[in-house]
C-alpha cells in the first residue's frame, strides 16, 4: 500500500504537534506504521490523500451511525450553516435534541449539553458531589471517562494503549479522592463501601467497556452496582459515551434494565460534530446552575451545528428502525471472524455488544483490563496492518472498540469477512 503522501504529511505535522496527532492512539505508534492522511469520507468508505480507499470500522471512534457525511446531515447543516454558527445564545434546536435524548433515554429527566465525553463525565462528578456532599469516587481501572484530573486514575483506551494509566499532572490531592477497582468484581466494589461507603459521591462506570478493548459486564454486575450504591446513598453514573445508542437504541441502560441516577452521553448525539450532554434525575439535576449552586458552563454548549447533525441522527435511527439492522449485519461479522480464526487454529475473542464489537488474540474470555493487556499484541499488531494493507480500516490497538454503520453493506461485511482470512494466516506464521 502506497502512504507516501501520508508519511510527508505526518513528518510535517510532527513538526506542529505533539506526536504529529490531536489525539495519541491516531499516531499509529503501537503498530509501527504510518497513519493514513483522511481526505474524505463517504457512507461506509473513507480515502486517504493517497489516493487509497479505505471499509471504515471506526467511524471516527463510534459517532457515525449513519456513515459518513449522510446526505440528511450534510443538508441539515448546509441550512444551517447559512442561518449561523454559534450564538452562545438559546434556540429551539437545544430543547428539539434534548426531548429526543429523553424519549430514547426516560432516566434522563433533565439535561445539559457539553461538548465532550470528558467534560460530560468531568460535569457529573461535580453534580454527583455537590449533591452528596461528599468527596470519594469509585471507577474501574481501564475504564476511561475522558482526561480530567480525577479521571485519569488507571484510565482506558490512550492512556493503557501508551502505557501512561496514570498520567504524569494529575496531583496526589485529586488521585487520593478516586478509588479504583477491578471491573466486573462486584465483591471488591461491596468492600470498599463497606469501609467507607459513607464518603463515595458515586459510582462512574462505562457499563459496558469500550476503552480497554470491548468488555462486557458480568451477569448481575451492572445490577450490583445499582443495589450498593442505593444502599449507601450514593450516585451511580452511567458513561454511555461509547455504548449509548449502540447497545440497544436506548444504550446499556435498557439493554440490562438497570436505571442510573446520571448519564453520560457523546458521539453519536453530535452526529459526529462535537457534542455530548449529562443528566438524570431532576432532583439531582435541578442544583445546576443557574437552577442551582453547582456550577458549569460553556460558551459553544448547544451549538446550533452540532445540535443539527444530532436531531438528524436520532430522528433517522428512530423513523427508519435502523437498530436491529444495524446490530444483524455486527452479529454477521463477529461470527465470520470466529469461523475464520477457527480455519487458522487461531485462539481469539471477538466480544459484541450491539453493534460494536473487538478483536483480542487471547485463548479465553475477556472480563477485565488485566486480561485485555495480557492478549498478544504483537499478534493484533501483524493483523491490523493485514487487514489495512487490504482496504479494511480498523482501530490500530485492541484496546479500542469497533463499530458498525447503517452505511455498511453485507457486501462490505463479507469482503472484511473475507480479509480477516488472508490476516490470519499472516499471524499464523508468528505461531508456527
Known amino acids: 500500500m502506497n502512504l507516501k503522501k ?7 505535522a510532527k513538526k506542529f504537534m505533539p506526536g504529529g496527532v490531536n489525539s495519541p492512539v491516531r499516531s499509529f505508534s503501537t503498530v509501527n506504521s504510518t497513519p493514513p492522511f483522511i481526505s474524505h469520507g463517504k457512507g461506509q468508505l473513507i480515502f ?59 432516566s434522563m429527566e433533565v439535561i445539559r449539553m457539553v461538548n465532550s465525553g470528558t467534560e460530560a463525565a468531568m460535569s457529573a462528578l461535580r453534580v454527583a458531589r455537590g449533591y452528596t456532599n461528599r468527596e470519594k469516587i469509585v471507577k474501574f481501572i481501564g475504564c476511561y471517562h475522558g482526561h480530567s484530573d480525577s479521571l485519569l486514575v488507571k484510565a482506558g483506551s490512550g492512556a493503557a494503549t501508551f502505557g501512561e494509566p496514570s498520567s504524569p499532572g494529575v496531583t496526589r490531592g485529586t488521585a487520593q479522592d478516586t478509588i479504583t477497582l477491578p471491573f466486573n468484581d462486584l465483591k471488591s466494589v461491596e ?91 431532576e432532583d439531582i439535576m435541578r442544583n445546576v446552575s443557574p437552577d442551582g449552586k453547582i ?58 455488544a450491539g453493534s460494536m464489537f473487538g478483536i483480542f488474540f487471547s485463548e479465553s474470555e475477556v472480563t477485565n483490563y488485566d486480561e485485555a493487556a495480557a492478549a498478544n499484541q504483537e499478534m493484533f499488531r501483524k493483523f491490523f496492518l493485514a487487514m489495512l494493507e487490504q482496504g479494511i480500516y480498523f482501530a490500530p490497538s485492541q484496546f479500542e472498540t469497533l463499530f458498525m454503520s447503517a452505511a455498511h453493506t453485507q457486501e462490505d461485511v463479507a469482503n472484511a469477512i473475507i480479509a480477516t482470512v488472508d490476516a490470519f494466516e499472516v499471524c499464523q506464521w508468528l505461531t508456527d
Open 6 to 12: 501520508s508519511a510527508k504529511a505526518f513528518a510535517e
Open 48 to 106: 486517504d490523500i493517497d489516493g487509497n480507499e479505505y471499509i471504515d470500522f471506526v467511524l471516527s471512534w463510534g459517532p457515525l451511525i449513519l456513515g459518513h457525511a449522510h446526505p440528511r446531515i450534510v443538508k441539515a447543516l448546509n441550512r444551517q450553516i447559512r442561518r449561523g454558527t454559534s450564538f452562545g445564545a438559546p434556540t429551539l434546536l437545544e430543547t428539539q435534541l434534548a426531548k429526543l435524548v429523553n424519549q430514547i433515554y426516560p
Open 191 to 281: 468492600n470498599v463501601f463497606s469501609q467507607c461507603g459513607e464518603q463515595i459521591a458515586a459510582i462512574i462506570v462505562e457499563p459496558v467497556a469500550g476503552n480497554m478493548g470491548l468488555i462486557l459486564p458480568k451477569e448481575n454486575y451492572l445490577r450490583g452496582l445499582r443495589e450498593i450504591t442505593k444502599k449507601y446513598g450514593a450516585l451511580l453514573i452511567f458513561d454511555e459515551v461509547m455504548c449509548g445508542f449502540r447497545v440497544s437504541l436506548g444504550g446499556a441502560q435498557e439493554k440490562y434494565q438497570v436505571k442510573p441516577d446520571l448519564t453520560c452521553l457523546g458521539k453519536i448525539i453530535g452526529g459526529g460534530l462535537p457534542c455530548a450532554a449529562y443528566g438524570g434525575r
Open 295 to 352: 456550577y458549569q458552563a460553556g460558551t459553544l454548549s448547544g451549538n446550533p451545528l452540532a445540535m443539527t447533525a444530532g436531531i438528524e441522527t436520532l430522528t433517522a435511527l428512530l423513523e427508519e428502525n435502523l437498530t436491529e439492522k444495524i446490530i444483524y449485519n455486527t452479529t454477521i461479522l463477529v461470527e465470520g471472524i470466529k469461523a475464520s480464526a477457527q480455519v487458522s487454529n487461531l485462539k481469539i475473542q471477538v466480544p459484541q
